[in-house]
């Protein structure tokens, strides 16, 4: 029968949880930057720019996807073009290892995580500390993504931004759309993807 989650130190688990990952966008901020001045260095001129992520219950690393006008696979006259437009997992471009510092950072977050609350290899529901733990990650990759926007780094028009996990409607993808893009951006969006 399962044990259920365990708490190993229940006060410092919930302050733990309480404090952002200021770590944590500090890794995806830098990584984005010397992301992006490798693809302007090489003349990668990108229109959508991609967070992907994990599933919610195992957020174990993040890669960066771009695309490019010429990668979408339709013409803009195709009833699917938004579809290629926006559907991060039809795009071209995808780097595992650009953000390798945020993904050293997430690795430290989710064994400071696992010190404190173990889980039942037999439960597979997330608790309310492990999706706690999953929405402060979350929300790292997008404050990240919001404070190079908010800096000038993607410059004027600013790309396509999202935070993605693939074959999913996670709230963070919506949330990311509406913080990172312009209300047109947006609204076309979510005709296609809601």
């Not at 050293?104 to 706690?132: I, V």
């Not at 979350?138 to 190079?148: K, P, R, S, T």
Request: aromatic share 12%; glycine share 6%.
């Amino acid at each position: 029968m399962a044990q259920g989650n365990r708490i190993v130190n229940g006060p410092e688990l919930r302050s733990w949880l309480a404090e952002p990952r200021t770590d944590l966008v500090a890794a995806v901020v830098e990584g984005i930057r010397q992301h992006v001045a490798s693809l302007r260095q090489r003349g990668v001129d990108f229109y959508g720019y991609a967070l992907l992520t994990g599933e919610i219950y195992d957020l174990n690393f993040v890669a960066v996807v771009t695309n490019t006008e010429q990668d979408v696979k339709v013409a803009s006259t195709d009833d699917q073009y938004r579809y290629y437009r926006y559907s991060v997992d039809t795009w071209a471009h995808w780097d595992q290892d650009a953000l390798a510092g945020a993904n050293q950072q997430l690795s430290e977050d989710n064994g400071k995580f696992a010190s404190l609350h173990t889980k039942d290899e037999n439960n597979f529901r997330m608790d309310e500390f492990q999706k706690s733990h999953a929405h402060r990650t979350l929300e790292a990759f997008v404050a990240g993504l919001e404070a190079v926007k908010n800096e000038g780094l993607f410059g004027e028009p600013s790309p396509f931004l999202v935070v993605w996990i693939s074959d999913s409607n996670e709230e963070v993808m919506a949330d990311s759309v509406r913080r990172l893009n312009s209300e047109e951006v947006a609204d076309d969006f979510f005709r296609e993807r809601w």
